[in-house]
């Protein structure tokens, strides 16, 4: 498969919400560690608001699919995670403009704006013990496998293993922003939530683009 079309893009974002819904009661089991532990909760309601969002888009157009999950996911209450994640789909379509289907250059493209409009919002680099420790690794696998000439389905495998290692990473950090900065070194043994987050989207981006159904 060489490139990603509106059908394939609609899969991502139903097995991205798949991996989530999983997996929510483990997000919120680490956000109590340092945080009021309900981030899954929360991530929960964001993929639902996807898949409401995406079932009403009816132009088969790829930005505006992915902006209608953007602003699906920014009304979410719940602290940072809505307006994050919600950056995220919103620089993704902004980048998927004018575009009908996605070789793995121009995903890399959609995924780097994605990953720059949540810079927009935040200060937290790599290393502070947030999502940023496994999007941004992501972010820069897809672009080397584009790089390197992989098809788009290669960058997104290359993506999830990429975003489960920098969560997995983040157990060894400190964290330095959000509620669980509050108790320092106590942070340190479990994964962040914001990044295990990121790393089941990216898993199920990659098992949504590889389902034929």
Excluded at 68 to 75: P, R, T, Y
Excluded at 182 to 198: F, H, L, R
Excluded at 202 to 212: C, D, E, L, S
Aim: aromatic content about 4%; glycine content about 12%.
């Amino acid at each position: 498969m060489d490139q990603l079309a509106y059908n394939d893009v609609l899969r991502m974002l139903r097995g991205a919400a798949a991996e989530v819904r999983v997996n929510h009661d483990t997000l919120s089991k680490l956000d109590s560690v340092g945080g009021d532990g309900d981030h899954g909760t929360t991530m929960l309601r964001c993929i639902e608001a996807i898949e409401t969002a995406i079932a009403q888009a009816e132009d088969r157009n790829l930005a505006g699919l992915l902006n209608k999950a953007g602003w699906a996911v920014m009304g979410i209450d719940g602290g940072a995670t809505g307006p994050l994640f919600g950056s995220f789909f919103l620089g993704m379509s902004e980048a998927a403009e004018g575009r009908d289907a996605l070789d793995a250059p121009a995903l890399a493209d959609l995924f780097q704006e994605g990953l720059a409009a949540i810079r927009r919002r935040t200060k937290a680099q790599p290393g502070d013990k947030t999502m940023i420790d496994a999007l941004a690794p992501a972010v820069d696998a897809v672009k080397k496998a584009a790089e390197a000439g992989a098809p788009p389905v290669d960058a997104l495998a290359a993506a999830a293993k990429a975003a489960e290692t920098g969560a997995i990473a983040t157990r060894a950090m400190q964290a330095r922003f959000g509620r669980a900065k509050n108790i320092g070194q106590k942070s340190m043994g479990a994964e962040d939530p914001g990044a295990a987050s990121v790393a089941c989207i990216f898993k199920g981006f990659y098992q949504g683009a590889t389902t034929n159904a």
